[in-house]
Every structure is written in structure tokens, then in C-alpha cells.
């Protein structure tokens, strides 16, 4: 049978770690992965799946996704979950994965529920959990699992494995610089490099012309932001941040933008990095306590004595 291959791009040694570690069905761990929004858990999720389906010693017999909000009540956990790992086993050497992505969405109560299947079913069944980072996930579950940090490729780096692939035998400057200024996630970058390798085909002579229908209506608003936020201009920021939010960005997304500009230019005055730095800090913190609107955006403005 053909080795499974990774549809994400960078994480060919994750991928091989991962193929190490079941090397039978009693040794193969839980998993929990961690990594920023926008760097491939939900993909990878599924490249395991496909990965231990064409290559594990044993049989996946069932699968189990938690991924919606109706997935994440201690009812779930009691019942679909438990009845997932009460079914008898219609044949040996099999094993049943429970994904659960978005862990940090997991209510405390439905994660403490999740220790006593884990621990009773352990000879039938693994859980993988995704989450952003690893103090969403509570330490009895934790210290079950194989923790690994899921390092996203930098847009510098995507770029040219993307063209690679795609058979281009150079990365274009107008091209790169295009994808740099106006795309953060791998899916983006990897989806307008495609449409523009089709219009090249096709014998377009100006594809950037085109492609920039695509062009985020936020990215002409982050530079003001940035600015805004690095000179403490109050006016500025919140005008940035009403326009972006009218326009449909979110505030995890408006955040990745920040730092994508940050880890392009890296020799700001070190008062303006610092600035940035905590505007983002503060932000992520504001999420994962569930306040991710216009108004607590406007919040984190203040904490940060913007004026």
C-alpha cells in the first residue's frame, strides 16, 4: 500500500514522528496538538486519519468527531461518547479514535468527564485532541497524551513550496510580494498561487490584475491599524478597528494580521513593537476568555492606554 502523504505543507518530520509511534496497537498514544489559529490543526487532524487508515498496524474500526458546539456539553460526553466506547469490537487488532478538535472550546466539566473513558477504555479506543495552546486542556488529560507543538510554516516559506508543487519554476517577485502583502493562512496563499499558475496557462497576460478581486478589503485597513496602534493615536485605532469588524474580519483574524506585519518588519523602533506586542497579547487573552467583539476590542484599546 502507498505511504499517506500530508496535505500539510512543512510538517513532513510531525508526520514521520507520528508514523513512529504506532508501532502497535497497545503502544499507540492519545494525542494533543497545539498550535496558533491558521496553522493547520483541523487539516492535520485528518491527515492522521488517513495516515493510520493506510499504514497502522491495526484496524481503525470507528470514528468519532467532536467539532461543533453541540459537541461540547457534558451530555455529549456521557452519552455519545461513552456509548461510542461501550461498542463491542466485531474483530481484533482494531482501535477507535475520538477527535476532538478545537479543545480549547471544551467546557471544564466535559473535559473532567472525558478522564474516566480514557482511562476505562484505553485497550479499545484514542483520543486526539487539537487546541490552540496547552493550558486549555486540564492536566488529567494532558499527562494521557503525547503533547506536540505544531509549528505553521511562515508565508516566506510557503510560498516557494507552493509554486514548487505546482511545477513554477521560480517564484515570481510580483507574485510573492502580492501573497505577502494581502494573505496570512496557508489555504489563502496556497489557493490564489493555484488561480494564478490556471491564468498563466490559459495565456493571461496580467493575472494580478485579476487576482486582486481577491484582495482582503482588510488589508488596506491593517497598516493604518498598525500605525494607529504604534503612535498611540486613539482615533486612528478605533476607526481602523470599526471599519474592519463592518467589513466582516474577525478579531482573531484582525490579530494574526497584526503579527504577520510584525514578524515582516521586524526592525521597528522597539516602543512601537512593544506596543503591537501587548495590543495582541492582550487581545488573544480577551478570546479565550470569550470576548472577541467590536466592543471588547475597543477594551483592550483602553487597557493598553491608547488615547
Do not use: C, M, P
Given at each position: 500500500m502507498q505511504a499517506a502523504q500530508p496535505r500539510l505543507f512543512g510538517q513532513a518530520t510531525l508526520f514521520q514522528q507520528i508514523r513512529e509511534s504506532f508501532q502497535d496497537q497497545a503502544t499507540f498514544p492519545h494525542l494533543f496538538f497545539t498550535g496558533q489559529s491558521s496553522s493547520g490543526k483541523s487539516t492535520l487532524l485528518q491527515d492522521i486519519v488517513d495516515l493510520l487508515k493506510a499504514e497502522a498496524p491495526f484496524e481503525i474500526d470507528g470514528i468519532l468527531w467532536l467539532s461543533s458546539e453541540k459537541d461540547r456539553g457534558i451530555h455529549t460526553i456521557r452519552d455519545k461518547v461513552t456509548g461510542f466506547c461501550k461498542r463491542i469490537h466485531a474483530r481484533p487488532n482494531t482501535l477507535r479514535l475520538i477527535l476532538v478538535d478545537d479543545a480549547d472550546t471544551l467546557p471544564l466539566i466535559s473535559q473532567q468527564a472525558l478522564r474516566r473513558p480514557m482511562e476505562t477504555y484505553a485497550h479499545l479506543t484514542r483520543f486526539i485532541f487539537a487546541s490552540r495552546q496547552a493550558s486549555h486542556l486540564i492536566e488529567p488529560l494532558q499527562s494521557r497524551c503525547l503533547h506536540i507543538e505544531l509549528e505553521p510554516l511562515s508565508p516566506h516559506d510557503a510560498i516557494p513550496l507552493f509554486t514548487q508543487t505546482l511545477g513554477m519554476p521560480s517564484v515570481p517577485k510580483e507574485l510573492f510580494d502580492f501573497c505577502i502583502s494581502n494573505f496570512v493562512t496557508l489555504h489563502d496563499l496556497k489557493s490564489v498561487i493555484s488561480l494564478y499558475k490556471a491564468l498563466i496557462d490559459q495565456g493571461n497576460a496580467d493575472p494580478l490584475k485579476v487576482l486582486s478581486m481577491l484582495r482582503p478589503t482588510a488589508s488596506g485597513i491593517i497598516p493604518t491599524l498598525v500605525?494607529?496602534?504604534?503612535?498611540?493615536?486613539?482615533?486612528?485605532?478605533?476607526?481602523?478597528?470599526?471599519?474592519?469588524?463592518?467589513?466582516?474580519?474577525?478579531?482573531?483574524?484582525?490579530?494574526?494580521?497584526i503579527e504577520r506585519d510584525i514578524s515582516l518588519f521586524p526592525s521597528v523602533d522597539p516602543e512601537t513593537r512593544f506596543a503591537l506586542l501587548r495590543f495582541t497579547m492582550l487581545g488573544w487573552i480577551s478570546i479565550q476568555q470569550g470576548k472577541e467583539h467590536w466592543l471588547d476590542s475597543l477594551d483592550i484599546v483602553d487597557k493598553c492606554g491608547i488615547e
Open positions: 500605525q494607529g496602534i504604534g503612535t498611540r493615536n486613539r482615533k486612528q485605532v478605533i476607526e481602523a478597528l470599526t471599519a474592519l469588524f463592518l467589513g466582516g474580519s474577525l478579531f482573531d483574524d484582525i490579530l494574526i494580521a
